[in-house]
């Protein structure tokens, strides 16, 4: 496949605020702090990805692995229920820090202490979710990175629609386990009646419902398919690419792997620079600075790839005003 690459949206923000917080208890492994990580998804394909990018912003920071820091990571595989057990088992080790890398991970870890500091990745608004009291001023134990997915899933939307214009029923893959399920769903479906759709909403949140979930946005005719932000999504992009193809059903995706799996379009944030910002703030926090003062970082590098391959598999014609706003075409 080739790659052609026409960026154009790529900044991030950052808000300063720094301040210097000498850590209460700073957990010791041979003398070094131990850096306790926290994930929803499975240690596959994106998410190794992912976490490798968070270690990389550490090391950024001045921390590594093996030389000044020890790493205790807990894979909840999906199964979103395990996270409280987890998070308890990480405060019961005394970690220096927890980096909570998805939403539920951060919702599990925050009901659960109040004083050992938090760095988060998430795609809500940290805000409404009670994470932090403002994003300039987070005020608590809890800072992060945030994606605010929520809010851009009616882009999403408009962006298929756009793409498949003659579609008027359209279906959303969602995980009803997630914290933001709900939000997704009310956003989704407001935007879906501002552009004149039908939406249908098809759940699926184990590996055995992801077949059915396709099979019934098939036999309900829906002529198009989003798939919500989920991390038990993400690490199916490529079960997920192919199911689309299977069916025949034009499909938009969350991230841009999905596309690279073989899916139809994606459009989302840099989950990568995403997870090494996070990295950085941790090695922050570590140092001595205080959550309470670190402004919530708002990802704002958003990217919309296009695989044409997938395209002429599923005998869909993409215009060229659509072709020509993506930052990247698989052909």
Known sequence: MQFHRLRRREFITLLGGVATWPLAARAQSGGVPVVGILHSASPTGIWLTLSGAFLQGLTQAGYSQGRNLTIEERWAEGQYDRLPAMAADLIRRDVALIAALTTPSAEAVKSATAKIPIVFTTIADPVQMGFVSSLSRPGGNLTGV?????????????????????????????????????????????????????????NASTEGDLDPAFAKAHELQTQALMVAFDAFFNARSAQLATLSLRYAIPAIYPARDFAEAGGLMSYGADLRDMYRQAGIYAGRILKGEKPADLPVVQASKFEMVINLKAAKTIGLTLSPDVISIADEVIE
């Open 146 to 202: 945030t994606y605010l997915g929520v809010e851009v899933g009616p882009k999403l939307l408009e962006l298929l629609h756009e793409a498949v214009p003659s579609a008027k029923t359209m279906a959303l893959l969602i995980n009803p386990t997630n914290p933001n399920a709900d939000r997704q769903s009310q956003n989704l479906q407001a935007a879906a009646g501002r552009l004149g759709l039908q939406l249908y909403f098809i």
